[in-house]
Structure formats: C-alpha cells, structure tokens
Nanobody, 125 residues
Framework: QLQLVESGGGLVQPGGSLRLSCAAS????????MGWFRQAPGKEREGVSC????????NYADSVKGRFTISTDNAKNTVYLQMNSLKPEDTAIYYC??????????????????WGQGTQVTVSS
C-alpha cells in the first residue's frame, strides 16, 4: 500500500526556517515525481515545489524561489522541503504528493496520483 507521511510542520516566527519531511512507503522514489503543495484557508491548493527522483529536474513556485529547496534521499525514501526566510503568507497546510512517470511541471500543475495527510505550517510572531 502506497503511503506518504509528512512531518516537520509547526509554528515559526517570520524570517525563521523549517524543514518538512515526507516519508514514502509501499514504493520507491525511482520513476516517481515528488512534490509539495500547500493550501491556505480560503484558497485553492497550489504547487510549491516538485522534483524528479534523481533531483536533476526541479520546479518552484515564484513565491518561494530562492527561499525553499526541495531534495530527496532515495536511500531513506524521503523527500524534504527546506523552507527559509518564512513569511506569514507561507502559512498553510503542506501536502506531499507523488505521481509515477510524469514531469515535475505536470505534477506541480496538480497532476498528483497520491497525497499525504498534510502538516500545518504557521508563520506568526
């Protein structure tokens, strides 16, 4: 059974950092595009960042470029999202997502086949 489990969310002050983790089970990251999405209250879910399993292809939303970094540890079957210089507008539930045999652009456009349960990130002073 394929499963994605996120962790690492929490409350952080503006300018702070968090690292989200997504542990995948039931499949290996090979041949899967992996990504992070977020949904703020009253807003649609949006693609934040996506990556190929090798990491040679990545995609970032304009709002997080230069602040967020996506990475994978295939040995641990885990995807990370390092979030620096956090802003209040980054507050949202963050979801991990996966799709086989697709591009990072297609995944980040909403083409996920599998979703995690989400982890809350709150940026507030």
């Amino acid at each position: 059974q394929l499963q994605l489990v996120e962790s690492g969310g929490g409350l952080v002050q503006p300018g702070g950092s968090l690292r989200l983790s997504c542990a995948a089970s039931g499949f290996t990251l090979d041949y899967y595009a992996m990504g992070w999405f977020r949904q703020a209250p009253g807003k649609e879910r949006e693609g934040v960042s996506c990556t190929s399993s090798s990491g040679d292809s990545t995609n970032y939303a304009d709002s997080v470029k230069g602040r967020f970094t996506i990475s994978t540890d295939n040995a641990k079957n885990t995807v990370y999202l390092q979030m620096n210089s956090l802003k209040p507008e980054d507050t949202a539930i963050y979801y991990c997502a996966a799709a086989p045999l697709t591009t990072v652009q297609a995944l980040c456009a909403g083409g996920a086949d599998y979703w995690g349960q989400g982890t809350q990130v709150t940026v507030s002073s």
